[in-house]
């Protein structure tokens, strides 16, 4: 599509702090979607509604929460440059912590999906036999869940490509640095005559999110055969 090389690397950008995105948030996701699939106890509908918290806050909220809680001054901030020397603010790596907080929802909704379908008469079958629980979800709850984790991780992916009201509250719109595909496309609205920038760019973002939204849901499908679990 006649791409420039500054739209090249704005693409490379959004494709890299969307995939840090999802590695950062995907044990995280797991482990909350477990919790909330199987386990049971006081809070629980708390920890449910913090989780899915960002998908109904304005994103500019999400964004300023994270400019308190882990800019320079920030109590989560000053640890991380004090102890690693890290500064997320104004940085790419800031924008893969903002597009990772938008993506956990989503995430967690489709591995918490995908978990509930596994039949835990098996699970208790095997224990039964004698396997031990690490056992047991390595050979059993993880192969059989995979499918539903890895439309979980696809979906991030989509919602990280997308993400702008968190980041560009958090990171501002520094180009290189934080001007990811939806900033970008947000910058050229604002200059005349930059119609043919925004329709290519435009063009691209929708080509990644609706592949990845396809794969997620085709792998959600397969994780959920015969069950009608759906992600969308």
């Given at each position: 599509m006649g791409l420039t090389a500054d739209e090249w690397d704005i693409i490379r950008l959004s494709l890299?702090?969307?995939?840090?995105?999802?590695?950062?948030?995907l044990p995280v996701a797991f482990a909350l979607a477990w919790v909330l699939a199987r386990g049971r106890f006081p809070g629980k509908l708390l920890?449910?509604?913090i989780v899915h918290l960002p998908l109904v806050l304005p994103p500019v909220v999400t964004g300023w929460l994270l400019l308190i809680g882990f800019g320079r001054n920030g109590p989560a901030g000053v640890l991380l440059y004090d102890w690693f020397g890290l500064t997320l603010?104004?940085?790419?790596?800031?924008?893969?912590?903002?597009?990772?907080?938008?993506?956990?929802?989503l995430m967690v909704r489709a591995m918490r999906l995908s978990i509930e379908?596994?039949?835990?008469?098996?699970?208790?079958?095997?224990?039964?036999?004698?396997?031990?629980?690490?056992?047991?979800?390595?050979?059993?709850?993880?192969?059989?869940?995979?499918?539903?984790v890895l439309a979980g991780a696809v979906l991030g992916f989509a919602r990280s490509i997308g993400e702008f009201g968190a980041?560009?509250?958090?990171?501002?719109?520094?180009?290189?640095?934080?001007?990811t595909l939806p900033i970008a496309i947000y910058a050229a609205l604002q200059v005349p005559g930059s119609e043919g920038v925004v329709t290519r760019l435009a063009i691209i973002s929708v080509i990644l999110s609706l592949v990845a939204l396809i794969a997620s849901?085709?792998?959600?499908?397969?994780a959920g055969a015969g069950r009608g679990n759906h992600v969308l």
């Open positions: 890299k702090v969307s995939f840090v995105a999802v590695g950062l948030c920890l449910d509604g603010i104004f940085r790419w790596t800031g924008a893969a912590l903002a597009a990772a907080i938008m993506a956990l929802p379908a596994v039949d835990q008469r098996l699970e208790g079958a095997a224990r039964t036999l004698g396997a031990r629980p690490v056992h047991v979800f390595w050979t059993i709850t993880l192969p059989l869940s995979l499918p539903g980041t560009i509250t958090f990171v501002s719109n520094i180009p290189g640095e934080t001007r849901e085709a792998l959600s499908r397969r």
